[in-house]
């Protein structure tokens, strides 16, 4: 009949219907991808966990291949006396050092004064002899070496000027730009002790014709405050040159809330200003800050582009980023034993290069709390690894 005809039909399709989901059910489970056991280089075509997915976002997945990775060595630097310890003489913030000849240069923020800093929350009774924090009643003075371990301390680069001139209670936080065959030294210049208004500081600038001297003073305020409501109004620090593009581009830090303000919401942000002289005028990137993490942060260029080491401060302290165009940075590669304010030795720094070679050793400062608060910091030497030639003499990664 015709209803057992359409009974044996519905009993064939039904069939045919599970039939075919079991197939597909096997398929399934032979299609199944799992993450394969020799390590990929290249992101698999499968769905994969955040930190997977993660994975692929560095130069590459291992941190052992990564360029941009290194662990970090510290020696101490031979020829800086530091009067016993006693906290009365410190050297911090050093430049990246330069080879003139056969002599390697770098200038730093050295304080001698006669007692020890009271410290920024003291900063009302700082006097004239008295400093408030580590760079307070400072100047930036240079030391020469043969080999960078043994150094020669030559005594000041930049003298603090006579009040009211801009700098007359501190000048610190060097950088050293070589730009067509001069010097400039941009450094941090100070108005009040630190812990009051002084560290709503701008940066000044000083050239020379040897990076002996004599400098001759070529501004104040290079690097115009933002204006009130924005970011870095107030607040310029630690400038940081290097030739980019066909121009001089200077990295440096603002602080929000920095003293005397409410230090409890303290953050950073750093800008990018640009310039075709270094005496300015600086036009400043539209996109800044540039970046949201860090303190006395480090940059070199890398391949086509800029990378930098972020030292401290931020969601992203402790990373090594890179941006191929020298804005839009990202995380590379995360580090620690992180080189504080360090200076890389970077001879493309100054060359305009589109192949940037990395770093393998520079200096960076250690500070010293010492007993008692007896304050100070010291420069050392760092060694790394964040070249592109493994081949390089220096240091070598161990134990990764
Ligand atoms: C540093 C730098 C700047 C600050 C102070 C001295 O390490 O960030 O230089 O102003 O601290």
Not at 283 to 295: D, E
Not at 380 to 397: H, M, N, T
């Amino acid at each position: 009949s015709i209803l057992k005809k359409l009974g044996l039909g519905l009993i064939l399709i039904a069939l045919t219907i599970s039939c075919g989901a079991s197939k597909e059910q096997n398929t399934t489970t032979q299609e199944h991808k799992v993450f394969p056991y020799k390590l990929p280089t290249e992101k698999p075509d499968m769905p994969l966990s955040a930190s997977a997915e993660r994975m692929f976002d560095y130069p590459a997945p291992r941190a052992q291949d990564n360029e941009l990775f290194s662990q970090f060595k510290y020696t101490k630097l031979k020829g800086f006396d530091y009067n016993g310890g006693d906290g009365t003489i410190s050297r911090r913030d050093p430049t990246r050092p330069i080879k003139v000849n056969d002599t390697y240069y770098v200038w730093y923020t050295k304080r001698h004064t006669k007692v020890r800093p009271i410290g920024w929350n003291n900063a009302a009774k700082a006097t004239d002899e008295i400093p408030s924090t580590d760079w307070d009643l400072a100047e930036v003075w240079y030391a020469t070496s043969k080999d960078g371990f043994n150094w020669k301390e030559q005594g000041f680069a930049i003298k603090r000027p006579e009040k009211p001139k801009s700098g007359w209670r501190s000048v610190c936080t060097p950088e050293i730009l070589i730009w067509k065959g001069k010097y400039y030294l941009y450094y941090q210049a100070f108005d009040e002790p630190s812990g009051l208004r002084g560290d709503l500081c701008p940066v000044s600038i000083s050239y020379a014709d040897s990076p002996s001297g004599p400098w001759t003073h070529g501004g104040d305020a290079v690097i115009p405050f933002g204006k009130e409501g924005e970011w870095d109004h107030k607040a310029t620090h630690d400038p940081f040159p290097i030739v980019h593009n066909g121009k001089i581009y200077v990295y440096y830090k603002s602080a929000y809330n920095k003293w005397p303000d409410n230090r409890k919401n303290y953050a950073v942000g750093h800008g990018l200003a640009m310039a075709d002289d270094p005496l300015g005028p600086y036009t400043k990137h539209p996109l800044n800050p540039v970046s949201t993490s860090g303190h006395e942060t480090t940059y070199f260029p890398y391949k086509k582009g800029i990378a930098a080491i972020y030292y401290k401060d931020g969601n992203e302290r402790e990373t090594v980023q890179y941006a191929e165009d020298g804005v839009n940075f990202k995380v590379a590669s995360k580090i620690s034993l992180v080189p504080i304010a360090a200076g890389p030795y970077t001879p493309d720094a100054f060359t305009d290069t589109k192949d940037g070679r990395g770093i393998t050793w520079g200096f960076s400062h250690f500070i010293n709390a010492g007993t008692n608060g007896k304050r100070y910091s010291i420069i050392a030497r760092f060694d790394c690894d964040l070249s592109l030639d493994y081949d390089e003499p220096g240091f070598k990664q161990t134990g990764v």
